[in-house]
T-cell receptor, first 117, second 111 residues
């Protein structure tokens, strides 16, 4: 138990479906993140939220829509995805945002393995 | 975008052997982190390094923050089967303050 819970663990969806990924952190952290993990590629940062406000959108296509209703919950809404969007989607949290004198130790969830058919 | 060079990409070793992997960057980092990812799980933080030259251990794991602030290594001593997984380095760039991940080293330990 890492303190970051993601559901569902696995998801198969068609390109016309709409689905949502959920993340909840029980660590009292202020920052939450969505990462995409594809085979043989570095982890790709998608979105960052700090105190519920989106602070970073890493040029992510609009078919991915994040939502952060509070500091403990983060959602990723999916619609009209493409097969190349199949990947492991990881949620993470950290105490605060990284900065000149802070250190961004991330705590990851187990991920949602997404397959787009 | 900025990348870390992590090597080797994969390692196949016998139980009991020592393992060494490293990451290098073209820019200066102010933090180095080492994560391990088991199959079907998210990465778990193993060691965090904050100062150039810092050497930190966590059980059989030892990691160092390179003096140039552009590299870091992770050593695993006396490997055991449960050490299998993918090990990722990550560094916080001094200028951009962004956290950058390496591509990972996949470790296989043969009993």
């Amino acid at each position: 138990e890492t303190g970051v819970t993601q559901t569902p663990r696995h998801l198969v969806m068609g390109m016309t479906n709409k689905k949502s990924l959920k993340c909840e952190q029980h660590l009292g952290h202020n920052a939450m993140y969505w990462y995409k993990q594809s085979a043989k590629k570095p982890l790709e940062l998608m979105f960052v939220y700090n105190f519920k406000e989106q602070t970073e959108n890493n040029s992510v296509p609009s078919r991915f829509s994040p939502e952060c209703p509070n500091s403990s919950h983060l959602f990723l809404h999916l619609h009209t995805l493409q097969p190349e969007d199949s990947a492991l989607y990881l949620c993470a949290s950290s105490q605060d945002m990284g900065g000149p004198s802070t250190n961004e130790k991330l705590f990851f969830g187990s991920g949602t393995q997404l397959s787009v058919l | 975008g900025q990348q870390l060079n992590q090597s080797p990409q994969s390692m196949f070793i016998q139980e009991g052997e020592d393992v060494s992997m490293n990451c290098t960057s073209s820019s200066i980092f102010n933090t180095w982190l080492w994560y391990k990812q088991d199959p079907g799980e998210g990465p778990v933080l193993l060691i965090a390094l904050y100062k150039a030259g810092e050497l930190t251990s966590n059980g059989r794991l030892t990691a160092q923050f390179g003096i140039t602030r552009k590299d870091s290594f992770l050593n695993i001593s006396a490997s055991i089967p449960s050490d299998v997984g993918i090990y990722f380095c990550a560094g916080q760039d001094e200028l951009s303050e962004k956290l950058v991940f390496g591509k990972g080293t996949k470790l296989t330990v043969n009993p």
